[in-house]
């Protein structure tokens, strides 16, 4: 009834989008001044002069920057296409074609999810290096979608478990077999299921740091975060080019976040809750 | 003395009007009832009387004092839930302590209230458990043990019988009622189910659109219905309604021109045109008799449906249809034809415009 | 139990065989079997390129292992950070959520800024801050100097007990919005009718806190705690990033301290040893997860 002050509200509303951008605004800023502007006394806050100076430079100077991006690009969507497409038919599994110990099952998967990814270096490693998967898209693919189906099944069956069971019931009665069903019935109307988990599986992908950092040797091969993070200048670290290079690399990010903020975030959420 | 008086009371929420001019006083005691579709207001009404809903326009006095502004629990008011709203997380007895235990109600009073309101509500076996643990009417208890323990001026009670089966709702309906025989408290019961509303009521307030559309007993609401739109509402099956024009000699025929009658029992002044209602369980049906009276007609039965006690009649009167209400046993089936009679006594006329019941 | 007699029942379980099928093979090969191999291999002596073929030596690694301070350190490491960060993130998370389940304008703004911090890479994120933390030219310095506070620049990465405090910082910084989106839901899951019941019990907003919203919320916030201390428990990036474990050992994680002791040190076994160390300390976590689960149905 009483209308509390609001003013409180906004401020603390304001403070921690604040407190939540500072970096990347820093970062920004950072990527857009000259280099005696980085290290300038008094310290600039806003770029003085404002240049694009570190931009154009990454495109001609360090394209190997640039195919960082394009690497995680290809290793990100490569395992979202896999892990939804084992996941969806094992969550489908799971949930609806009457498994026996599907309960265990998940549980299983749900416990294995929680191994430290460094305790699968030292044999993953080995194990590549023998296969020749090093630096190999396929490699990292295979091993982050091992690392992210466990999620994905259990998104996706949680997903399959709300349909309701009525309209696959109707596709059998008009001969449909389990693979049709799956195939026209099932992934038509799961789509926000499989768009929730892709997205968030992108995410984790395009994050993921230490098997990128072991699977992938050669610089060349490097993903984004591996590759930015190593970034040549073992004592001087090149400020300018660090700041620009990672702007490039967490757009891609900002956007889809921005764009599929409702998805995700009910994804994360619906996964938690299990 | 708790006479809750509704002063021109009015809700909007912005240019939505979602309760218009509400002037009513519930009197002392009186087992008031707001019936209407979902969305006509009623549920506003009873959270405004409540206090968890601002009162944008006119005035709400309980037991002479103005209480617009005055803090639910100060309000000297207590609300049953549709949803019980119990908290999950607190034992029978937690739940039904929490306001006297807000109150700093000394502890002995608190147990000695709520082992005596348990006891009426046959709770007290009950007492340690939590919610979860409970069967939908013993929750239902527990929602109404908590507003009795804080003994209010006023219960409130916002479709409390929505959420159980059909049994049940039929033996808490009764509970409540011998409740309140005992308790003998103001309360405002807001519900969609007219059954609950005639059963339970002194005087039933219909709501439609967020206005008022009548105020009276049940027998009231039931025989003498203000518009078009309370005579539909209240009566099951539904009032059948025809409309009527009045010819050069006066007489007044359907648009088909099946039905006609000599005369409306009431005025209709120079209106050229009603509408008729007659009630499913006010028209007489004979099987294979003949139309005597003037308000006799020769119809077939299109569909009879068998309810137990009772069948419904699909009738056609020529072109126009009536469904009737006669007993179980013997009555007519499809095919037949037969006689049926209505009596100018039960026949509602409605003004063909604005649906005002007209009355001489 | 479906009666497997029925040519109907075999179909669709053989349907679902085959559909378990591929996501069962690659889980075995990148999580089962990885850490069954760093078992065998923590018992015995070999080289990454199969050079040396493997020995048993038994305990050898875990004796090393269990007398090496280096390790107790990453470990008691690990624990502090863990420590730290999760009850500072659960507090930050459950300020926010109750923030963002307030009604107020550009509220999907609001929610998507307190998404950003978790949607970007840590390594990335981590990097930000290091430039932020930065002792010359970083924001945190330029201000404290510009605005006079101190007179002389913070070492924030270069002192132990400071490098713990940013690494915690950034932790939280990261994290608390996960926290804050799983309690959000909690919050959206309880029904508005408790708290008017509780306005009609006549509650003072904190008194709604403390017995409504806190108790209803025990289950979102048991999962997001346990989800976060897993995740912190096997730390990475993070320091990897902001301290490459330093001063000397001060900021080295358990992962950290495995990653070089395989990778740097090239002690492949031994670092197997550690990794198996690790897993166990996880998987017990894991095991409790589980459980607490389990209960809550």
Known sequence: MTKRPRFGLYALVILSVVISFLPIIWLVLTSLKTTEGIYAWPPQYLPDPFTLKNYINIFTNSPELLLYVLNSFIVALGCTVVALSFGGMAGYALSRLGMRRAGVLMVFILAVSMFPPVSLLPSLFQTFLNLGLLNTYTGLIIAHTGLFLPFTVWMLASYFATLPPEIEEAARMDGMGFFRIFWSIVIPLSWPGFVATGLIVFIFSWNEFPLALVLMTQNAMRTAPVGISLYPGEYAFPWETISTATVIAIVPILIITAIFQKQIVGGLTAGAGK | MTEVKLDRIGKSYGSVEAVQQFDLTIREGEFLVLLGPSGCGKSTTLRMIAGLESITKGDLMIGGTRMNDVDPKDRGVAMVFQNYALYPHKTVFDNMAMALKLQKVPAAEIQDRVGRTAELLGLTDYLHRKPAALSGGQRQRVAIGRAIVRTPDVFLFDEPLSNLDAKLRVKMRMELQELHDRLGATSVYVTHDQVEAMTLADRIVIMNGGVVAQVGTPREVYDRPADEFVAGFIGSPAMNFLDLMRDDTGRWITECGSLVLPSLPVDAGARRQVRLGVRPEHIAVTAGGQPQGDLDYQAEVLLDELLGADALLSLGVGKARLLARVGGTDHPVQGDRVAIALTAAQLHVFDADTGVALRD | ?297
């Open chain 3, 1 to 297: 139990m479906t009666n497997m007699t029925s040519p109907l029942d075999r179909r669709r379980h053989l349907t679902g065989m085959a559909f378990i099928t591929p996501t069962m093979a690659v889980i075995i090969a990148i999580l089962v079997y990885p850490i069954l191999q760093s078992i065998v291999l923590s018992f015995g002596q070999s080289s990454i390129d199969g050079s040396e073929p493997y020995s048993f030596v038994g305990l050898k690694h875990y004796a090393t292992l269990a007398g090496n301070e280096r390790f107790w350190n990453s470990l008691w490491v690990t624990l502090v950070f863990t420590g730290l960060s999760i009850p500072l993130e659960l507090a930050m998370g459950i300020g926010l959520a109750v923030l963002l389940n307030e009604h107020f304008r550009f509220k999907g703004i609001a929610r998507l800024a307190v998404l950003f911090p978790w949607a970007l890479p840590t390594a990335l994120n981590t990097l930000m801050w290091r430039w932020m933390y930065n002792t010359d030219y970083g924001l945190f310095n330029a201000a404290a100097l510009q605005s006079g506070i101190v007179d002389r620049p913070i070492n924030w990465l270069g002192d132990e007990t400071l490098a713990m405090g940013s690494m915690v910082v950034v932790a939280v910084w990261k994290t608390s919005s996960f926290m804050a989106l799983i309690i959000l839901a909690g919050l959206q899951s309880i029904p508005r009718e408790l708290y008017e019941a509780g306005r009609m019990d006549g509650m003072t907003r904190w008194q709604e806190f403390r017995e409504i919203t806190l108790p209803l919320l025990k289950g979102p916030i048991l999962v997001a705690l346990i989800v976060r201390s897993m995740d912190a428990l096997r730390t990475f990036e993070l320091p990897f990033n902001l301290t490459d474990g330093g001063p000397v050992t001060a900021t080295e994680s358990l992962s950290l301290y495995a990653y070089k002791v395989i990778f740097d040190f090239i002690e492949f076994n031994y670092g197997a040893a550690i990794v198996v160390v690790q897993f166990l300390v996880i998987f017990a976590m894991s095991l409790l997860y589980i459980l607490t689960l389990r209960n809550k149905d």
